[in-house]
């Protein structure tokens, strides 16, 4: 089955300790993106990538860091200086425009609780 | 910077009455529009595109750009309807999708 697979579920972190979030996907998308989802405020973007060993801040990066090494992973690390991490994180990719984009594949989502 | 606004965070309707969810977009060019739901522990996923003009079950949704909305219709609401909604223009420059706070929709018996 083609899709994209976020892990953990859920995640335990104590302040001042840097986690890292797995995202991988088998669906030959060339874009990856990083969302954080708040109630009442949406989905944020975090960072985001269109091709391998390059990626883009979003709105809200200050305390995130990604890497893209390879096509089908795009890891979150949300560091100790992110003030608020807890959040529910949503990974996505897509066809780039002109490749027959039909809109994001979503993950499963992450529920990060800081303790 | 493209912003979209969703007004309604919870909108509650009967059974077999009309819904709109109201989206209006702030945005430079022509974007591409989106619909996402998301069912009660369910993933985030697409629901329409305005550049398809398909309707997708029962839902529609037609972009009006005098008025820069892109509403999402449904002549008569079913329970199974009940979810959240976020509307989502596209950069089609930097592929990215910038999404409203969204709409919770409730349908009541």
């Known amino acids: 089955d083609g899709g994209i697979t976020q892990s953990p579920k859920y995640l335990f972190r104590k302040e001042g300790q840097n986690v890292t979030l797995s995202c991988e996907q088998n669906?030959?998308?060339?874009?990856m993106y990083w969302y954080r989802q708040d109630p009442g405020q949406g989905l944020r973007l975090i960072y985001y990538?269109?091709?391998?060993?390059?990626?883009q801040k979003g709105d809200i990066a200050e305390g995130y860091s990604v890497s893209r090494e390879k096509k089908e992973s795009f890891p979150l690390t949300v560091t100790s200086a992110q003030k608020n991490p807890t959040a529910f994180y949503l990974c996505?990719?897509?066809?780039?425009?002109?490749?027959?984009?039909?809109?994001?594949?979503f993950g499963s989502g992450t529920r990060l609780t800081v303790v | 910077a493209q912003r979209v606004t969703q007004p309604e965070k919870l909108l509650s309707v009967f059974k077999g009455a009309p819904v709109e969810l109201k989206c209006n977009y702030s945005?430079?060019?022509?974007?591409?529009l989106f619909w996402y739901v998301q069912y009660s522990r369910q993933r985030l996923q697409l629901l329409l595109r305005?550049?398809s003009r398909e309707s997708i079950k029962g839902f529609t949704a037609d972009l009006n750009k005098g008025e820069t909305s892109f509403h999402l219709k449904k002549p008569f609401a079913q329970e199974e309807d009940s979810a959240m909604y976020y509307c989502?223009?596209?950069?089609?420059?930097?592929?990215?999708?910038?999404f409203g706070t969204g709409t919770r929709l409730q349908v009541t018996l």
């Open positions: 305005h550049i």
């Open positions: 990538s269109q091709i391998v060993n390059d990626f």
């Open positions: 989502a223009p596209l950069d089609g420059t930097a592929s990215k999708l910038t």
């Open positions: 945005y430079s060019g022509s974007p591409e």
């Open positions: 669906l030959n998308h060339d874009a």
């Open positions: 996505a990719s897509s066809s780039l425009p002109g490749q027959g984009s039909s809109g994001y594949t």
